[in-house]
């Protein structure tokens, strides 16, 4: 008797009470505010998580979880989203150590975002990337980007 409590009415009475809070939350306000938005803005609530997956992975992880969170993010967004594709250019070029990877990974923010093309530009959209870096690589200007620093000379 014990076990059919156990196995059989416990699990109809669970679904039970989840239907019946179910029916609840339909009315709830919440519910109804979620109703009313428009279907861009549920969209847009929709890439939330995504969007602060990204971030959390950009601020605290290592290389290798920017690189996936790079390809992750890039598949996600469509052509369209110019700006947010830019965003994550930059954010894998910080972390590239090679000065002509990087400059390659910038030229594609660039292609994606005409706002970030100018130096000054791209300065204050790499600054803002770094501002919620913690962890190196990708916490500290380029080189070619801070002011006053010589070019480097390069080999014909």
């Given at each position: 008797m014990q076990r059919l409590v156990k196995w059989a009415l416990a699990p109809l009475a669970i679904a039970g009470v989840a239907a019946g809070l179910?029916?609840?939350?339909?009315?709830?306000?919440?519910?109804?505010?979620?109703a009313?938005?428009?279907?861009?803005?549920?969209?847009a609530?929709?890439?939330?998580?995504?969007?602060?997956?990204?971030?959390?992975?950009w601020a605290l992880g290592d290389v290798s979880a920017v690189r996936n969170m790079m390809r992750t993010e890039l598949d996600r967004l469509?052509?369209?989203?110019?700006?947010?594709?830019?965003?994550?250019f930059v954010r894998f070029g910080l972390v590239d150590t090679n000065p002509d990877g990087q400059a390659a990974v910038f030229f594609q923010a660039c292609a994606s975002d005409p706002n970030v093309c100018s130096r000054e530009q791209l300065k204050a959209a790499i600054e803002r990337e770094i501002a919620v870096r913690f962890v190196a690589p990708g916490n500290q200007l380029p080189l070619y980007v801070i002011d006053g620093h010589p070019r480097v000379q390069t080999s014909p």
């Open positions: 179910g029916q609840l939350s339909r009315r709830s306000p919440f519910a109804s505010s979620l009313a938005l428009s279907p861009a803005e549920r969209s609530l929709e890439t939330a998580l995504p969007f602060s997956m990204a971030n959390a992975s469509p052509e369209s989203e110019g700006p947010a594709r830019s965003r994550v």
